[in-house]
């Protein structure tokens, strides 16, 4: 694990998912302009590692095949006492976080999309099958990502939390993280096998092959729809989300041609790029 190449370190440390959520909720932020403390985004880093952590220690305590494992599953397993630690002391400090920083709104509606989470890791644990009866697990994990990044922006803009929940803001960025998670699925399919049974691509194999035509149709739909709707103020996002699902529908030519950690690694930068081009340059 040591000679693990520099661009795998933010994902085996999980420090992945919550720079992406910091990034875009910053982007959010400047869109609508915004204003949220320095403290919040701080808060939403260490709740989303947290809450990666919690599932990665629970996927690396049922692993079934630790050889073809993925990295950061492995990487857990043979760290699992540390990282078990680490994550205590992390939840201990992020609660405090929640208490000291956080505004008592997002707190209790912070903990009404936790329960979703919580609903999420226990069907890992006990469950098999599609999330909720119909909805991939990708797809509910993509959702609630984007619902819990923007939330501290809702709450700091004063809208109403329900109608934020369903904007079309929110939702078209969920689209693109469930599409990183399902092209991660599609990549990382060996890995999954008797290791993540709830995994898309155990489920239905066929979306293995149909995943390039997938990926191109949403890249489609999602370009369509930001152009028609130029005027809305969430022009930017909505581009944004569209050009990172390009980039996921190029990679998904790519699969069998380069390895699974570059192309997850490589989806990852898909929604990132985006939104740091925006920040960058237009904020």
Sequence with gaps: MSCASWWLWPNLLGIDAPAIAVLWQYFFACNFRVKIPASNYLTLFFVVWVIY?????LDA?????????????SFYHRNYRSAFVLTAILTIITACLCLFFLPMELIKTGAFVGAFVVVYLLHQIWAKGLMMIVIPKEVFIGMIFAVGATLTGH?????????????????????????????????????????????????????????????????????????????HVGFPIFVASGIGCGFITVLSFFDGKASSQFLRFAADMAVIIPALVYVIFWS
């Design 53 to 57: 952590s919690v599932d990665r220690l």
């Design 61 to 73: 305590r049922m692993l079934k095949r630790l050889n073809e494992a993925s990295l950061r599953h």
């Design 155 to 231: 709450i700091w803009s004063g809208e109403f939390i329900p109608d934020a929940f369903f904007s079309p803001s929110v939702i078209i960025f969920g689209v693109l993280c469930s599409m990183n998670c399902i092209a991660i699925s599609v990549w990382e399919r060996s890995h999954d096998v008797d290791n993540d049974s709830n995994a898309l691509p155990q489920l239905l194999p066929q979306v293995v092959k149909l995943f390039p035509a997938i990926a191109s149709v949403v890249f489609i739909c999602l370009m369509v729809y930001s152009f028609t709707n130029h005027s």
